[in-house]
């Protein structure tokens, strides 16, 4: 059980990570986070592995995803499906961001019910998006924070996925898509 929910936790901070993009952005870096964003629609395959546990117990995962774009709303819907040895689960969110003038003005991103973002910093180069941010276990109502750093291009993005629990950044692992 305990397994369950830290390959959930790994899939929400991920997949989060994945779908996110910066607050504030300066005019030349609003025209690439917009692309960013929409190079994200579409069908995705992949996975990787992660480390779930301070032991050092990795678990594969291997994802589909069919992200919808609706530019009217400005909304990126979230639909897929992750799977380990331990089970399945289903991937859903939606990412909602307002654009003022040529930046950035805000990002809304839905929790699980396991797992709640609490709060995120974003920054991204015209390269890569970094994203730091705090998640609450609900269940044991810890507070973890993860730093998730993705590249990518039209067919092809990954996500290399840290975390830090007082004792400096540590790498999980990294999840690569495909189209």
């Not at 992660?50 to 400005?74: A, S, Y």
């Not at 003005?105 to 609490?118: D, I, M, P, Q, Y």
């Amino acid at each position: 059980m305990m397994n369950r929910r830290k390959v959930r936790l790994g899939l929400l901070m991920a997949l989060s990570a994945a779908l996110v993009f910066p607050l504030g952005a300066t005019s030349s870096q609003a025209s690439s986070s917009q692309n960013f964003i929409k190079n994200l629609a579409g069908k995705w395959r992949g996975g990787g592995v992660l480390t779930i546990n301070d032991k050092g117990k990795k678990v594969r995962l291997r994802c589909t995803l069919d992200n919808k774009l609706n530019e009217q709303k400005r909304q990126l819907a979230i639909r897929g499906r992750c799977a380990a040895a331990s089970g399945r689960r289903s991937v859903r969110g939606s990412i909602t961001y307002a654009v003022t003038g040529n930046g950035i003005s805000g990002v809304a991103l839905n929790s699980t019910a396991n797992a709640r973002v609490v709060g995120s910093k974003a920054s991204f180069d015209g390269k890569r998006l970094t994203l730091v941010s705090n998640v609450l276990e609900t269940a044991v109502n810890r507070n973890v924070r993860t730093r998730n750093v993705i590249t990518g291009s039209q067919s092809r993005f990954s996500i290399a996925i840290s975390s830090n629990k007082g004792k400096g950044w540590k790498r999980s692992g990294t999840l690569s898509f495909k189209r």
